[in-house]
């Protein structure tokens, strides 16, 4: 079992970055997939991006592809989310999650641990 706590949100004008992480308590954090989905106003939560529980394999959304990084260490129990290029569409909570899964899972009923999220809001 692991407890997500994320951090790093804020606000930021478009163009700009900012770098989430997410600290997840508990000895099995290397044993889930780490996730990053986000919820704007008024608009279901969706997937941003997702990495392996081993750090090798990762997937986004198109709509950060090429601008977003996540990345993990597992001695730190630590994931990240490097935001780049921000637009003000990216304005949202964002939050953090575990998953049991196998590989790399998108779907929000795959995973079982949530974060409490981080607000991000970009400026245009």
């Known amino acids: 079992q692991v407890q997500p706590v994320e951090s790093g949100g804020g606000l930021v004008q478009a163009g700009g970055s900012l770098r989430l992480a997410c600290a997840a308590s508990?000895?099995?954090?290397?044993?889930?997939?780490m996730g990053w989905f986000r919820q704007a106003p008024g608009k279901e939560r969706e997937f941003v991006s997702v990495i392996h529980r081993n750090g090798g394999t990762t997937y986004y959304a198109d709509s950060v592809k090429g601008r977003f990084t996540i990345s993990r260490e597992n001695a730190k129990n630590t994931v990240y989310l490097q935001m780049n290029s921000l637009k003000p569409e990216d304005t949202a909570v964002y939050y953090c999650a575990a998953s049991p899964q196998l590989g790399t899972p998108t779907r929000i009923y795959m995973y079982n641990y949530w974060g409490q999220g981080t607000q991000v809001t970009v400026s245009s």
């Open positions: 508990g000895r099995t954090f290397s044993s889930y997939s």
